[in-house]
């Protein structure tokens, strides 16, 4: 049986509000799909989830926790994107992009919520046609997958797989579901029950010199 890390905190709440002057609530890279008439009625939230989303960025930056990148490591950088096809964006900041780093990931319902820590090398993985967030590990032979997802402001673990087929001699190769051992034919069917189709990688769209372009007052 084996463990698998999944840091979740308690949320925390940072208020504020104000009226914006833009419409334009759409970026790139997201992925709110918002029809017109529902466009005025996020206007009065936008304000106050890109002050706060802002805030954190801002705080992250100016902490120890920030990379700036070197020759062998790219710097800290961050997404925006819906996890939960609400119409309320996530913030996902990416620590670096080294093997150790993992992303951590903020939404906003009256106020900032801290949903945890989870990722590698710097990055999650999403699947937009069914909303699986992606917490993909290797190295050393050993393959971790998690499979998770945002419901009510939190991220709840959904599945697990583990195996360490490129590390044993095959025959004696260990494939975990859910912590429980299972053929290598169990493990390739369960894993494609969570797959989706529309895989992106998030948290590393933008540099932290972006800020001010991707969240406007």
Known sequence: MRKFL???CLPFLLMGCSNVNSNEIISERSGIAVEESTTENLSS???SWQK????VLLDFMNSDEYFFGNDIVEYSAFSIYDLNTDGMPELIISENASHAAACRIYTYDNGLIYLGRIGAFGDIGYYEDNGMIVHYNIGAGIEDKIFCKLENNEINMIATFYNDFSY???EQAIFEFNDTEITKDEYN????KYKGHK????GRDYSFDEIDDVLWE
């Open 45 to 47: 939230e936008l304000n």
């Open 168 to 170: 044993r001699v095959k």
């Open 6 to 8: 999944l840091i979740l």
């Open 189 to 192: 069917i369960e894993l494609e």
């Open 199 to 202: 895989y992106i990688s998030l």
């Open 52 to 55: 706060s989303y802002k805030q």
